[in-house]
C-alpha cells in the first residue's frame, strides 16, 4: 500500500516535505521570535541611539536596564562653558585663570573636578573648552571640539550670558537658547555617542547681584559693562530696576527648566537638579575683583558640587 501523506509534520507520513499547516505554524512562530525581539530590543535600548539615545518630547525614562548607562568614575573629562569655567576674574581682574577652574584647573586649593575624578595624570585626561563670554549659540562648536579628545564626561555650565546682556531687551529668546542647546547635545551625540553630559544649572544671578550692590569697589567694576542687564545702577531700588532685575531672574529660571529638560531627552545626560542655582555663594566665595564670578573657593565649591552630582548613585531631578 503506497505511504499516505499526513495532514501535517514532516514524519514518515509526510515524505519528509513541511505541508501547508506546518508552513503556517512556522511563519507564525517566526513572527512571534520577531516581535520579542524588537520589544526586548527597545527595552535595552538596543539599536538606533542605544543606551546613549535621545528619546522624543515627553518619553520618560525606560525601567533600570541590568547595566546602568551612567559611569560614576569617568577617566576623562572636557568642559564646555564661558567665563565661569576658564576662572574668570579668580586670579586677577578682568582676565581668565584656567589654572582654578573647577572642572579642568590644576590648582590644589581649588581640587578640580578632573583632580577629584582622575587618579593617573588629570592634565593629560582633561580639556577646557570654555569661552568667556560665550552664549549658548557657541555651545555647538565647542561641543565638536570636545568631541575631537573622545572624553568619558563632557561637563556643560553655559547660558549665562544669555541673561547677562547690556539690556533686557537683548537677552535670548527661550526658544533660541532650546534650539542652541539641543543641537549641542545632538552635536556631541552623534560624534561620540558614549559619552556622558553633566549639565549645572545656572548660578542665581539675582542672588549674587545682592551680594555685592553695596560694594563701591564692586560698582565700579560692574559699570565696566558686566552684566549689565542685572547689575546696572546697582543701589537702584527703583520700580523699574526692580523690574528689570526680575525680568533677568526670571529669563534664568526658564533657562534652567530648558537645561533640565533638554538633558533629560538623553540617556547619558545627567542635571545637577538645580543644586548651583540654589547654592548661596558666601562672599570669599566670589571674586574680590567683582563680587560676581566665583573665587577659588568659589570654584572649588563649583567642583565639588559636580563631583557629588556625578558620582551619585542617582540622578537629582528636582530644580
Given amino acids: 500500500m503506497p505511504e499516505r ?3 501535517t509534520g514532516t514524519g514518515p507520513g509526510t515524505g519528509g516535505r513541511i505541508t501547508r499547516r506546518g508552513r503556517a505554524l512556522a511563519v507564525a512562530s517566526a513572527a512571534l521570535l520577531l516581535i520579542g525581539g524588537i520589544a526586548l530590543a527597545a527595552a535595552y535600548g538596543i539599536g538606533s541611539g542605544g543606551t546613549t539615545g535621545e528619546r522624543p518630547p515627553g518619553a520618560t525614562r525606560p525601567s533600570p536596564s541590568p547595566t546602568p548607562p551612567w559611569d560614576r568614575h569617568p577617566e576623562s ?3 564646555v ?3 565661569i569655567t576658564q576662572g574668570f576674574d579668580a586670579c586677577s581682574l578682568l582676565a581668565d585663570c584656567a589654572r582654578v577652574s573647577w572642572v579642568t584647573g590644576s590648582d590644589t586649593s581649588v581640587r578640580s573636578l578632573a583632580a577629584r575624578l582622575i587618579d593617573d595624570a588629570p592634565k593629560q585626561h582633561s580639556w577646557n573648552f570654555a569661552v568667556s563670554g560665550s552664549v549658548m549659540a557657541g555651545l555647538p562648536q565647542q561641543m565638536e571640539r570636545a568631541a575631537r579628545k573622545r572624553p568619558d564626561l563632557v561637563t556643560v555650565l553655559a547660558g549665562a550670558n544669555d541673561a547677562c546682556r547690556p539690556t533686557v531687551e537683548q537677552m535670548t529668546p527661550v526658544e533660541d537658547f532650546r534650539a542652541d542647546f539641543r543641537t549641542a547635545l545632538r552635536t556631541l551625540h552623534e560624534a561620540r ?3 556622558q553630559v553633566y549639565v549645572s544649572s545656572l548660578p542665581d544671578l539675582k542672588r549674587l547681584w545682592s551680594q555685592g550692590r553695596d560694594d563701591p569697589w564692586a560698582g565700579q ?3 565696566l559693562g558686566i552684566c549689565q542687564s542685572m547689575l546696572r545702577d546697582p543701589q ?3 520700580a523699574a530696576a526692580r523690574e528689570r532685575r526680575q525680568q533677568v531672574h526670571e529669563r534664568v529660571v526658564a533657562y534652567n527648566s530648558v537645561l533640565k529638560e533638554e538633558c533629560g531627552r538623553f540617556l547619558r545626560c545627567r542635571w545637577d537638579g538645580g543644586a548651583v542655582f540654589r547654592y548661596r ?3 570669599t566665595e566670589l571674586s574680590r ?4 564670578h566665583p573665587s577659588k573657593a568659589g570654584q572649588r565649591k563649583l567642583a565639588e558640587l559636580a563631583y557629588r552630582g556625578i558620582t551619585a548613585r542617582q540622578e537629582r531631578h528636582s530644580g
Fill in 77 to 79: 573629562v572636557a568642559a
Fill in 221 to 223: 567694576v560692574w559699570s
Fill in 81 to 83: 562653558g564661558d567665563s
Fill in 236 to 238: 537702584s531700588t527703583s
Fill in 5 to 7: 501523506r499526513g495532514a
Fill in 281 to 283: 555663594f558666601t562672599q
Fill in 193 to 195: 555617542p558614549r559619552t
Fill in 289 to 292: 575683583w567683582d563680587w560676581f
